[in-house]
T-cell receptor, first 114, second 116 residues
Framework: AQSVTQLGSHVSVSEGALVLLRCNYS??????LFWYVQYPNQGLQLLLK??????LVKGINGFEAEFKKSETSFHLTKPSAHMSDAAEYFC????????????FGKGTTLSVSS | EAGVAQSPRYKIIEKRQSVAFWCNPI?????LYWYQQILGQGPKLLIQ????????DSQLPKDRFSAERLKGVDSTLKIQPAKLEDSAVYLC??????????????FGPGTRLTVL
């Protein structure tokens, strides 16, 4: 069975500070890993995904994540936070085949203060 | 390119009533998903369609929930009768379903259901 654990339900940073959102996964097969962002009253938008190949994945809006198999982690980072980054972020895993359903973590709410 | 459309956006009903949600996926997407997102939690899969066939409905409470995807395009999710614990956002997503690594799920805005 697959699962996702997001450490910290709420993260607060100052504008311009480093953003680090933590995600650990459990999977018995090589996973596909995803980060989605959800703004209030909107659906989920894909930030980035890891399938195979390069373990450092760059996404939209300056975010990136690194797949570390030995640590079963896929943490999301951004060097400099912007006010517009305030949202809820979800890490998800799928079974290693495209087109299979996603298993989501509980989400991390990112707050950005000026 | 038009995104995934869902309606209604909001619905308030009383327990034991019935309700239906509609989803129109991105044109050409073979795979359609319905997820339930309870407040404070991540989305959880209810049912997955490939064209008009069901791939996975293992987490669908079949005594009260039903879903169909006639003609392999849009889909309807129904709850009858609703319970208080069904209050959630119901998200529809679609993907090409061509089983390559670039396959991405695109989500609609969701329907927020409140059961009183």
């Amino acid at each position: 069975a697959q699962s996702v654990t997001q450490l910290g339900s709420h993260v607060s940073v100052s504008e311009g500070a480093l953003v680090l959102l933590r995600c650990n996964y459990s999977s018995s097969v090589p996973p596909y890993l995803f980060w989605y962002v959800q703004y209030p009253n909107q659906g989920l938008q894909l930030l980035l995904k890891y399938t195979t190949g390069a373990t450092l994945v760059k996404g939209i809006n300056g975010f990136e994540a690194e797949f570390k198999k030995s640590e079963t982690s896929f943490h999301l980072t951004k060097p400099s936070a912007h006010m517009s980054d305030a949202a809820e972020y979800f890490c998800a895993v799928s079974g290693g085949q495209a087109g299979t359903a996603l298993i989501f973590g509980k989400g991390t709410t990112l707050s950005v203060s000026s | 390119e038009a995104g995934v459309a869902q309606s209604p956006r909001y619905k308030i009903i009383e327990k034991r009533q019935s309700v239906a949600f509609w989803c129109n996926p991105i044109s050409g997407h073979a795979t359609l998903y319905w997820y339930q997102q309870i407040l404070g939690q991540g989305p959880k899969l209810l049912i997955q369609f490939q064209n008009n066939g069901v791939v996975d409905d293992s987490q669908l409470p079949k005594d009260r929930f039903s879903a169909e995807r006639l003609k392999g395009v849009d889909s309807t999710l129904k709850i009858q009768p609703a319970k208080l614990e069904d209050s959630a956002v119901y998200l529809c997503a679609s993907s090409l379903g061509n089983r390559v690594s670039t396959d991405t799920q695109y989500f609609g805005p969701g329907t927020r259901l409140t059961v009183l």
